[in-house]
């Protein structure tokens, strides 16, 4: 019989209201963020079916680690991760991991980044999948006019967290957060 994965997993807040931090034994697998700690659970539990969940179980330094990095995103978030996707997925990840905190690109140009120059679309369903906020950093992709495209944990949430990394956002931005 095989062995099901365990996941350890903390809720606490942040400065932008709850996270959920979990990990597996390879990394971190998980970073959520919302307003209801019972729908970050949930969540959790959609993503991994078959692992047994275990509250409290989270390093604490990882969990500590990330709520300084949403507070203070200049100070670098340094994790072991644990990143489950296509891999596809899994290289547009890496490359938003080589954007640097306050800097900006567009879905259009982390799809020639990565060699696939008509793959925007998919660079933001790639964008979407990402179960680790922050660590990888799909706040920092936007759309080709600058503006604040959607966000898998809300258009204000990704507009806080660019602004605390300092980054310049477009006056448009605003235009287009509600479309």
Not at 60 to 83: C, Q, Y
Not at 132 to 151: E, M, T
């Amino acid at each position: 019989m095989e062995k099901q994965e365990m996941i350890g997993y903390e809720v606490g807040d942040c400065v932008l209201g709850t996270v959920l931090v979990a990990t597996s034994e390879r990394g971190v697998c998980a970073i959520l963020m919302g307003d209801d700690a019972g729908d970050l659970v949930g969540d959790l539990r959609q993503r991994f079916p078959r692992a047994g969940l275990v509250p409290g179980a989270v390093v604490a330094e990882h969990f500590t680690k990330v709520v300084d990095f949403i507070a203070s995103p200049k100070s670098g978030l340094d994790l072991p991760l644990d990143m489950r996707g296509s891999d596809f997925e899994q290289g547009v990840w890496r490359s938003l991991q080589e954007i640097p905190a306050g800097a900006t690109q567009t879905y259009g140009e982390v799809a020639r980044r990565i060699g696939a120059p008509q793959s925007a679309k998919e660079v933001g369903e790639a964008c979407a999948a990402n179960a680790i906020a922050v660590a990888i950093p799909c706040h920092r992709v936007l759309r080709k006019d600058g503006g604040l495209a959607g966000y898998r944990w809300g258009v204000k949430r990704k507009r806080a967290l660019l602004e605390r990394e300092g980054a310049r956002l477009a006056e448009t931005a605003d235009l287009f957060a509600s479309r």
